[in-house]
Each structure stands twice: as C-alpha cells, then as structure tokens.
C-alpha cells in the first residue's frame, strides 16, 4: 500500500493510538466505497463506526480484517505501519472481528466453535484440555459465562454473539470489531452486549462499534466517527454530540427521530384471526389460541421478547408454515375452509396479502440473483413481466430501476448481485418489492432490521402512508420504539399467546411487564 500524508487528528485523548488508518481508499469496479479515509482510535476506547447503509463502513472495517486489500493508504497498529494480507494476519496482530451474521458451526459446542482452527496441540485431547482451562479463564475474566459444552444451535442468539467474542478473545484480539451486534439481539440482550463492551474497555480492549442505532452509539461509546458516500465526514467525541447531530452527518440533511402520523381511521376488518394453534418443527405449539383483527386503515404491533411465537405467527399466516387449527379469513373469504389446505404465498399474493419476512438472507432473496430478479422474486408470473413462454428481461430490469429509484438503493445498479448490497439495501429491495404491489393487507417482520437512521425515516413514512390509504398492517419489530411509534394498537405476545392489548399511549414499563408475562395488577397500572 502507498502512504498517505498527512496523519489523522485523533480525538484529544492522553492514551496511545491502538489504530491509525490513513488515506485509505477503496473502489470495486465504477464503485469507490472508501475515499481517503482517516481514523485514529485510542487504546481501550469504544469507537462507533456510523453511516447510511452502502456508506462503505463494513468495507472499512474488512480492509482493517484483511478481507480486502485497500488500493491506496496505510494502516498503522500501535504506531506501527502492517501489511494485513489477510484474517490470519490480522489475527496475529491481535485484531479480531465479530460479524453481522455469526461465523459459528451450529452443530458444534461452544468449545468446538472456539478452538476451531486453534486447536493448539499435535493431540487433540491435549489440546482440548488446555482450551477448555482457557476458555473459562476467558469467560471468568471478562464476565462471559457460558457453559463450554452446550451445543451453538440450540442457544439464544445473545449466547451465540458471546461465543463469537469469546473465539476473537481466545485468538488474543486486543483490538474487537463488531459489526451490527445487535441487530439480532432483543434489548436485553443488547443491554448485556453493552455491559461485555464496557468490561473489556476497563481491561484495556479497543473496540470499533458498527451499529446505525445512534442511541447505542450515544449510550455505549467514547467516541464516534461518521461516513458519508465512502468517506469519514466527522469524528465527535460522544458527549459532545446527539441523535439529530449524527443523524444530520450521516444522510446530509436533517432527518426526522420521530413518526409522524395522524390519527388512524380504520374500517372494516380485512385480515381475521380466530383460535390460531401452530407448532414448530420439535411439536411445540409456538402459537397458541390466538385470535386477533387488522382493520382497514390501522397498523396492529406484535410485541414480545423474541422467541415467544411472533416469528411463527407471520410464516403461518403468509402460508410458509403449516397451521394446525384455527381459522383465518382474508377481505372476508375464509382461508383453508371446510378442510381445504390453507393457502401457499402463491396463491396468498394473489390475494392481496404481501409479506416482508424477518429473514431477508433465507426466505426473503436469493443472493446469488441481481437486484433485478430480486425484485420482481414472486411475482415473475406476472404477465407484465412475460414475453410468450420467456420472462421479459427488460420490462423486469425497468422494474427494479424504478424501485431503485423510489427506494433510494445503493449502489444503484439492478444488475449487481444482491449478496454484493449492504444489508440495509438488501432490506430495502425486499420492502420495494412487497409494497410497491399495493397489498391490501401486508405481513411485515423486523421492518428496519439493519437499516440506517434515512431509510429507516422513509420506511416509517411509507408504512404509515399505506395505513393512510386503507391497507391493513401486522407489524413484529423487537423494537419496542418502533412498535410504540407505528402501531395504533398493541398486542403483546408470551409464551404462544396474546397476554394483552393496549393502545398507542401505552407505556414502556407496561408492555415490559406483559412481554414478561406479568398479566395481573402490575401490568394494568
């Protein structure tokens, strides 16, 4: 790499830099995704990493991995110019990395999963003696409790993220990288991620927070850094910054924190659940008894701790998972009637009822398409999209340019494969694709899940403008703002059931009882 000069101006701080990253600059094709960044973070400091979706962040942090190699600029550890060819070198100069979408067999333990690739001795079983010594050294120093031989797939998705820390900490990482953390975390779990991050902050870990949740950033760093279209805008220190500031830097225009809407007018039911009784895989019924309507102009919030049956409640509905009783009617046709098989998403778009599902990555896309096929996925038989026995490649590209447009994605090209998008874009290209079919009742999951502070402003705007022109709405969001802020009714979830219903005005403390399972007097005060 060539060096840059002259040197980033850190943040006035007395302690040694841990990271200097000067001039570095990176392009994919027609695509600069790094622009002459410049970034000093200090020892033992929490630095937030944040920027719009497709602002060249998660590149940043991969070239510091050595996943990418920058075309121009120097990187410099402990004042010290590195070559990071690669993750094994920046391993062994003590950089670790916790990605978005966790790097863990699922089959595996938890020592397995550590160990993995650091086995640490010609025999196995000597090997796994002194990583089991390590790893409870590991977890007992940094307050990680895990128990080392339960298997990854069967923990909570906050046990799996630790596990993660934990293979960077027994790796000898002094530096740790975390990418979205918490996009999969329940608040709780977050909560916990945060007390992790500020103990291994205390023990002298540097830490680079990616995250769009500015309130996180505020909450949990020293300081913050700000991209923009590939370069670094601002650097702040925390305290002396806010949400508007930061989100200001990051879309180039004010952006609004709140939901605008008005009050709701809503009609005639359009999506009617009576008795709903589904069970997963194991026979476990995840869903239980439930009966619930979604009006015509109103947006209905499902809240709840992850895990508690919303997740199966939308794939029963949207016809991916089968139902065992119960009756659902959409527009006042019953669904599934007289013994007949309920109906497949096929048939269920056709019907006016769209879904956006919690999980772009597997039932969402399918990355190895474009954008372009992505775009139209589903709805391909639509005869717009037809020319005689063959798809209509250009009336299907004019399509998803139009979406592009619309949905502000980045980069704009619907030729690109959507595994090469960000995955705030990613989200963006499935919500394009639901919406812009004009449903008459859409299924919505994790709306904003990794998506940034302007997208997430347009997403809610669009949400409330298809409540305002009479569709009917099921949102689940583990984001209790979000719920609060969209929903003109509430219905929380535990164990399988509707524990409770409440209103828009209903306050936080009292949907946390009920998601707790606290139905009696304490919930209703």
Not at 253 to 263: H, I, S, T
């Amino acid at each position: 790499m060539t060096p840059a000069d002259p040197s980033p101006v850190p943040i006035a701080d007395a302690r040694p830099l841990a990271i200097e990253l000067v001039g570095i600059s990176k392009r994919f094709g027609a695509v600069q995704a790094n622009r002459d960044i410049r970034l000093a973070v200090s020892q033992g400091t929490i630095h937030g990493i944040v920027g719009e979706n497709g602002a060249g962040k998660s590149t940043l942090m991969s070239i510091l991995y050595g996943f990418y190699q920058a075309d121009e600029g120097e990187i410099r550890i402990a004042n010290k110019p590195v070559r990071i060819a690669d993750s094994n070198a920046a391993i062994g100069l003590g950089i670790g990395m916790v990605h978005q979408h966790f790097m863990l067999v699922p089959n595996f333990t938890v020592l397995e999963n550590v160990m993995l690739g650091a086995e640490g001795a010609s025999l196995l079983g000597s090997g796994i003696r002194r990583a089991r010594a390590e790893l409870k050294r590991l977890a007992d120093e940094h307050g990680l409790a895990i128990d080392p031989d339960a298997v990854v797939e069967d923990l909570p998705v906050g046990l799996q993220q630790r596990v993660e820390i934990l293979k960077a900490l027994y790796r000898g990482a002094r530096i740790l990288i975390l990418d979205e953390p918490t996009g999969v975390l329940t608040p709780a779990e977050a909560d916990q991620l945060f007390a992790v991050l500020r103990q291994l902050r205390a023990e002298g870990v540097t830490v680079i927070l990616i995250t769009h949740k500015l309130r996180e950033i505020l909450s949990v760093t020293d300081n913050v850094s700000v991209m923009r279209r590939g370069e670094i805008v601002a650097t702040r220190p925390t305290a002396g910054t806010s949400a508007a500031e930061l989100a200001e830097l990051m879309v180039g225009r004010r952006v609004l924190l709140r939901v605008e809407k008005g009050a709701g007018a809503p009609g005639a039911p359009l999506l009617s659940v009576r008795d709903l009784t589904v069970r997963d895989e194991r026979g476990v019924a995840m869903v239980d008894g439930v009966s619930f309507d979604v009006r015509a102009g109103e947006i209905v919030g499902i809240a709840g701790v992850a895990g508690n049956g919303q997740s199966e409640l939308l794939e029963a509905l949207s016809g991916l998972r089968p139902i065992e009783r119960g009756e659902v009617w959409l527009r006042g046709e019953a669904l599934g009637a007289g013994g007949a098989a309920y109906p497949d998403p096929a048939v269920l778009r056709d019907l006016g009822l769209a879904h956006v599902p919690e999980d772009r990555h597997h039932v969402g896309l399918v990355l190895p398409f474009t954008e372009a096929e992505n775009a139209v996925l589903g709805y391909h038989r639509d005869p717009r999209f037809q020319r005689g026995p063959f798809l209509d490649r250009g009336a299907i590209r004019q399509e998803a340019q139009a979406k592009i447009t619309a949905y502000d994605i980045r980069p704009p090209s619907a030729d690109l494969k959507t595994a090469n998008f960000s995955g705030g874009n990613q989200q963006k290209i499935v919500l394009a694709r639901e919406m812009e079919r004009d449903p008459a009742v859409l299924l919505i999951g994790q709306p904003t899940r990794g998506v940034d502070v302007g997208a997430i402003e347009f997403i809610h705007r669009r949400i409330v403008e298809m409540r305002d022109s009479g569709k009917a709405i099921l949102l689940v969001s583990v984001e209790l703002d979000e719920i609060r802020s969209l929903a003109d009714r509430i219905l929380v979830m535990f164990a399988g059931r509707v524990v409770g219903e409440r209103g828009a005005e209903a306050g936080e403390g009292e949907l946390g009882l009920l998601m707790a399972g606290e139905t009696g007097r304490e919930a209703a005060e």
